[in-house]
């Protein structure tokens, strides 16, 4: 008697795999966790992986939904004159909040990282690896990663008022506006290494 129920498809192993893949990064990291490893785990040939995902570094954006491509964003922010570089990341991830596109999935990885510390794991990850690092390695001083940190944490706090609790007038503030106002705090924050005291 053949079995009851639907036959695993291509979506299944999809997936199975995010999953197994979801666990071993947030387990070992990005850097200790192979495609191989994840496709033993998973019981497939690695090929497969490849077939669905492309590289590690996509079937690691996959894992979290992340709805753009970090190298093109890190791309964007850094790329140019390094005294408009608090402009330009103010303007890339307000843009990338506003497109409801993006929104939504941005919700949902911001949401998960406060919720399940797997998440929050595989965010950290992500983004001080595949953004933080290169907005860092553009800026002076020995303090670069915490101001880096400080600015997105400012720039985060906005976003928590503006799209998740949509507190007013900054919920309907128009986006130039709001970019015109944050940038130069931003800026302050990049640009100006932190004294040390003591």
Known sequence: MPPIGRRPGKTDTREALLATARHRF???????TTVREIAAA??????????????????????????????????????????????????VFFEAWDRPESRAPLLAILRGAATHEESADLVRQFIQGQVYDQIAAGLPGSDAELRT????AQLLGIAYLRYILRVEPIASEQLDELIARVAPVIKTHLEHPIPHYG
Do not use: C, N, Q
């Open 149 to 152: 940190d400080l600015a997105m």
């Open 42 to 91: 998973s019981g497939v040939d690695p090929a497969l992986i490849r077939h669905y995902f492309g590289s590690k570094a996509d079937l690691f954006r996959a894992t979290m939904g992340w709805p753009f491509e970090p190298a093109e964003i890190a791309a964007r922010i850094t790329d140019g004159d390094p005294s408009g570089t608090g402009e330009r990341l103010t303007r």
């Open 26 to 32: 947030a387990e070992a990291g990005y850097d200790k």
